[in-house]
């Protein structure tokens, strides 16, 4: 039987992804996710890549998903007026107020509450932490003076880090309210928020989808701040799916410190029963070259092995030469990896008896059924996707297969590990309905005779409840 992977794949769209033979290539080599980034982005060009997707998907028979990523409040520094090499000792004034041309002297700074929530002593970093300063003093208004600790060449609208300071700034910042609404209007199916510190954070951004959204879209918390890491457990009640993102957090906290976190955050996700996403350069020199570093390999397969259920391409595949190509390069690492035994999940069964309980208790049980009986595929009926998150949490060898009449959720799916939605809108007894389910799954070459199959249906079938029946099956000729 055809070796298909389980973990999905992110691809960043972007001008080396505009046309519809190029997006057709990601997606037959494994593509799973489109991810749309709000930093980059101009309105047109989303809508109409949106549409192109979509049509795809209609040609093709494939589900792919759009991630609105929403840039959350990145810091700048302004436009120099020409090359400027500052120096270890060297003393630079950080100015918010009207907008100016920087020298080694003054250099503008887009985050104007900047003065009033810089301390003494604090640390400033700009471009991925290669400058670092020092906060001497600030005047409280619109000037904080800063001393070089580590000095370098700075440059026009570099990024900035403030790792030990309080920043009182919304997550949500003006620009994001906006590319939310739009994200809302083209029915993205995820948004991702940046800069998650607090669970508040992702409660605004739920309103404004309830305002915006005739349908629940899903949000991911973008980990990248040390206080998010702090503030975990309760970031995980308040979203759908965790992006460790690597290249902010690397910058944030000590870089030799994220493997660990980056563990310590999937296993949260896990216990969560939420989907992670790995981000941040997995391939990154596949954007010139044919060929990755042994390093990154390594680095994309332990990824799949600490349990992701995606890793994420960014510059690779939105700017990069070879976008087909590093999609088919990860495809290939994934399935190799994937099936190791080295794979563990957290294995604790569902214990608090929320009046979800019963159909957590059967997925977790028809996961564990699917290993023991070595069942090729899981097959679940849901409106709300609910079955499918909690099915794939639990890493079972078989495939998931979701069937539902919610043409919505069955693109949404498609970041989980392991799933494969399908449109299905024949509810009649719970048998015939199981039995058309059955065929539907050996007709797309998931089933073949004498395999083992096991079902999930919430019974009486027509009301579309939670789940309550588990049923195993061996397929046979006739049910083919």
Avoid at 32 to 42: L, Q
Avoid at 72 to 97: H, Q, S, W, Y
Avoid at 232 to 238: Q, S
Avoid at 463 to 471: C, I, P, Q
């Amino acid at each position: 039987m055809l070796k298909r992977k389980k973990t999905k794949i992110v691809a960043t769209l972007g001008p080396a992804t505009s046309t519809k033979e190029v997006l057709k290539g990601m997606l037959d080599e494994g593509a799973d996710v489109f991810r749309i980034n709000f930093s980059h982005a101009n309105y047109d060009d989303v809508a109409e890549r949106i549409r192109i997707i979509r049509e795809l998907n209609d040609e093709f028979g494939y589900n792919a998903a759009i991630l609105g990523d929403l840039q959350g409040p990145k810091l700048r520094v302004g436009v120099m007026k020409e090359e400027v090499f500052v120096n270890p000792g060297d003393e630079i004034i950080f100015a918010t107020g009207e907008r100016f041309e920087g020298t080694k002297d003054r250099v503008y700074m887009t985050y104007k509450q900047f003065p009033q929530d810089a301390k003494a002593g604090e640390r400033i970093l700009l471009d991925d932490g290669k400058l670092i300063f020092e906060v001497v003093s600030s005047n409280n208004v619109d000037e904080v003076t800063a001393k070089v600790i580590q000095g370098g060449p700075l440059k026009s609208k570099k990024g900035v880090n403030l790792p030990n300071t309080n920043i009182s700034q919304p997550a949500l910042t003006e620009k994001d309210i906006e590319d939310a609404i739009f994200a809302c209007s083209q029915q993205v199916d995820w948004i991702a928020l940046s800069f998650v510190r607090h669970a508040e954070d992702l409660m605004q951004l739920q309103d404004l989808i309830k305002e915006h959204s005739e349908n629940k879209i899903p949000i991911i918390a973008k980990i990248e701040k040390p206080e998010a890491v702090e503030n975990i457990d309760k970031i995980v009640a308040y979203c759908d799916g965790l992006m460790v993102a690597r290249g902010d957090l690397g910058v944030e906290i000590p870089a030799q410190e994220v493997p660990l976190i980056q563990k310590q955050l999937v296993r949260c996700a896990k216990k969560a029963r939420i989907p992670v996403i790995i981000a941040t350069q997995m391939m990154e020199t596949m954007i010139d070259s044919l060929t990755p570093t042994r390093a990154e390999v390594n680095d994309v397969a332990n990824s799949v092995m600490d349990g992701a259920d995606a890793v994420m391409l960014s510059g690779e595949t939105s700017v990069g030469k070879y976008p087909v190509q590093v999609i088919k390069q990860m495809s290939n690492i994934i399935k190799s990896v994937e099936d190791s035994p080295l794979i563990k999940v957290p294995q604790s069964p569902p214990h608090i008896r929320t009046k979800r309980y019963i159909t957590k208790s059967i997925c977790f049980h028809a996961a564990n059924m699917a290993n023991e009986i070595n069942a090729q595929a899981i097959s679940t009926l849901t409106n709300s996707g609910y079955t499918a998150f909690q099915i794939s949490a639990w890493r079972p060898s078989a495939h998931i297969l979701v069937f539902t009449s919610n043409r919505r959720i069955l693109t949404q799916l498609n970041l989980l590990w392991g799933v494969k939605a399908f449109y299905y809108d024949r509810f009649v007894s719970t048998d015939e309905t199981i039995e058309d389910v059955n065929k539907l799954a050996c007709d797309k070459g998931y089933l073949q005779e004498g395999d083992m199959l096991i079902s999930l249906a919430a019974m009486p079938i027509h009301e579309k409840g939670m789940v309550n029946t588990l049923r195993v099956t061996e397929i046979t000729k006739s049910s083919m």
